[in-house]
């Protein structure tokens, strides 16, 4: 009999594990892969991030998360590499250079504790020297910083010195084996998970059990009879082979998505994406047939040849990937606009008392997210919260008030405008309008002088 069963063994069940074995806690992690972090991980940027795209709808995730990445910096110093970003301005481009100005100084300010060097910005001759493949269009560039990591090895690698540090805690890693039901007792509990793998069948006898299946989580929650509701997007990228760029840069699709531009020196190749769209019911219901489409590639190669001095074709595509964010379900928001925290269900209002779900986690919420759900299990046991590590902050998230699990549906469809969402990002864009003068202020003066 194990404490708890883990389902998923990606970014989310990972760390949820190491943090539960931590506090004492005997955890089985099963995975349906023969590995650990193969799905929506491995798609992953791997970009450790405040959330610069965040800053124009909600701070107090940019600061949470950038001191989670201070945390995880310091645990893993090894492990997170320096990543600098250049975003070239262009006649086309949607914000000017000191518009950019204003928005990194806020960034520099409230991300400050990701402890990375402050933005600079380059003149048209600055930005053309540093990155000569640009099109000489380019009017110059903002430059910023982010960690990165290699998504499928960060896991593996925090996994292992967890095992190391608590070896005294049973914790089994069950790869290679799908969750097909659960057994459940008169009062609803779930007294045991049922998989399959080439053998056979296999139980896992439990007493709690946290759905951490990623975009396949509503398929886990139907095994266990609740509904669970995500809104997934779609993110796509391609690659090309070479390295036109040695940095990595920023530019945008014809919709104002990032996408970012990463040369890979180990593959020798360059990452273009990913992209940002809703799914289909079919693809929802099936995350493992996401396919990356022929026009979402050349898509991404047009935004790439906008800026770019070398021209790419369509043959030049080596290889293409595509993921879902599992992302929390809000309706009337645009995919862009979606909120980036994660989500602790606790499914006993759905009838299944030892049964929740944790959805929406990303890299730079790991430790934000290990800490709530250790403290959500702890509660649950009737045991006082552990915590070893230094406070986080809170991040009073509005925009969780539209997480639906079934019986809110309807709430959120017709109400989602006073969730606090439309606030929240009302007033974050209003915070920027401060730092955006004072660069515009600061660029006069320049010209001046
Ligand atoms: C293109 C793209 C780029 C991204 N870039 C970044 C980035 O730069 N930085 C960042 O922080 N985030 C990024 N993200 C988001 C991030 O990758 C995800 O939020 C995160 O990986 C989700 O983790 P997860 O554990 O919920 O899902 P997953 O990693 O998909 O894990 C779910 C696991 O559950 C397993 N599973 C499913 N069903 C069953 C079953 N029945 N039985 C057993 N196991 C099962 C799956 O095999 C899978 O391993 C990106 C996402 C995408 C799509």
Known sequence: MFDIAVIGGGTVGVTISLDLISRGFSVVLIEKNRGLGLETNAKSLGLIQGGLTYLKSNRRLVKASSFDVWLLKNMFPDLLKKQEFVIPIFDWSKHSLWQWDGYLSEYDKIAETRMLPPHSILNKQEVLKKIPNLNSDAKGGAVFYEWKVEPIKFLREILLRATVQNQKTKFTIAANQKVLGFSKDSNGNIISVNCNNMHGDIFWPVRLVINAGGPWSPQIAKLAEVELMLRPTKGTSIFIQGMPFSYGLITFDKNGKYISILPLFEEQKTLIGPTNSDISQEIYDNPGKAMASAEEQEELLKVFNAISRSKYEKENIVGAQCGL??????????????????AILDHQKDGVPNFCS???????????????????VEKKFGRAPDWRLPALPNCDDKTKQLIISGYKKKFA?????????????????????????????????????
């Open 358 to 376: 944790v959805v929406g986690g990303k890299l730079s919420v790991l430790m934000r997210m290990g800490k709530e759900t250790g403290d959500f």
């Open 325 to 342: 964010r599992p992302q929390l379900c809000h309706t009337g928001v645009k995919p862009e606009n979606i909120s980036h925290d994660f």
């Open 413 to 449: 469809r017709n109400h989602w405008w006073i969730s606090g969402f439309a606030f929240t990002s009302l007033w974050a864009k209003i915070r920027l309008i401060v730092p955006v003068i004072r660069a515009f202020l600061r660029r006069k003066k320049g010209e001046k002088q």
